[in-house]
């Protein structure tokens, strides 16, 4: 009240840019989504994170994918994060290519 307009915070609804999908190989067992969000949120905007689970046991199968807003976020993550021990192994890091590309 009789502060100046009122800001509303802006919400980013942008489409993630072609090359922005990151395929994480050699992660632990006990690594998840969170963990993972939270390494790699390090670098700019996510639009999605997704490990893979053994559906028996609930454990990470080791490998997952990070997809970010820009392109440009997620080189600068694979350069940053390619080889680097997260939970005591080394994770290889790289661009996903869908199947059949």
Known sequence: FGQGPM???TVNYAVPEEG???FVRNLSSRIDELA???LFG???AISS???ELN???GASKGYGFVK???AADALNAVGALNGVEFDGRP???SFHKPKGV
Do not use: C, E, W
Request: glycine share 4%; net charge positive; charged share 10%.
């Open 7 to 9: 800001t509303i915070p």
């Open 55 to 57: 559906l028996a046991t």
């Open 68 to 70: 970010y807003f820009y």
């Open 36 to 38: 993972v969000h939270k």
């Open 42 to 44: 390090q670098f700019g």
């Open 49 to 51: 994170v997704r490990v």
């Open 91 to 93: 994770m290889d890091v």
């Open 20 to 22: 922005s999908n990151l």
